[in-house]
C-alpha cells in the first residue's frame, strides 16, 4: 500500500506500474492511454476507467432518448 501520486493523506492499492505511483479511487484514471502499456490487461485503473467511460457512456444515451422511451427495451 502507499499513498496517491496527488493526495499525501490517502492511502491506497492502485498502483500504476507503467508510471511507477499510486492513485487513489478519485485520481485513478490512466494519464497516458494513448502509450502502450504492456500492464493494461491486469490494470484496476485502466479497468475503472473503462467502467466509469461506460457508464458515462450509458447516462447519455438515456438522456438523449426522448422521455416515453426511457426504461423500454
Do not use: V
Amino acid at each position: 500500500m502507499g499513498t496517491c501520486r496527488n493526495h499525501e493523506d490517502r492511502e491506497t492499492k492502485l498502483w500504476c506500474a507503467k508510471n511507477y505511483y499510486y492513485l487513489c479511487d478519485e485520481c485513478a484514471d490512466c494519464y497516458s492511454p494513448e502509450m502502450h502499456c504492456q500492464h493494461r490487461p491486469s490494470c484496476p485503473i485502466w479497468f475503472l476507467r473503462s467502467e466509469r467511460k461506460r457508464a458515462q457512456r450509458q447516462a447519455a444515451e438515456k438522456a438523449a432518448q426522448p422521455a416515453g422511451e426511457r426504461g423500454k427495451r
